[in-house]
């Protein structure tokens, strides 16, 4: 496998475990805007381009986080 094809294995690999975390907990996901669901790994995977991913928290107006969502970054 080639270092991109790892990268992606890494990403894809980092973004489940967050998301099986999240969902847990009772907060959806989001990767590049798009909500997914466990139920919806392999057209995650299809969809994830071969780059870093970036995680950042949505909250409500009580400071609890209500969701986490994951950005492709185009430079690292």
């Not at 057209?43 to 009580?62: H, N, P, T």
């Amino acid at each position: 496998m080639n270092n991109t094809g790892d990268l992606k294995e890494q990403m894809y690999s980092w973004i489940l475990a967050e998301m099986e975390q999240a969902e847990a907990a009772g907060m959806s996901v989001s990767v590049d805007g798009e909500p997914y669901t466990l139920a919806e790994t392999e057209r995650l995977y299809q969809v994830m381009e071969d780059a870093y991913y970036m995680k950042s928290y949505v909250g409500d107006q009580k400071g609890r986080i209500t969701e986490i969502d994951f950005e492709h970054l185009n430079q690292v």
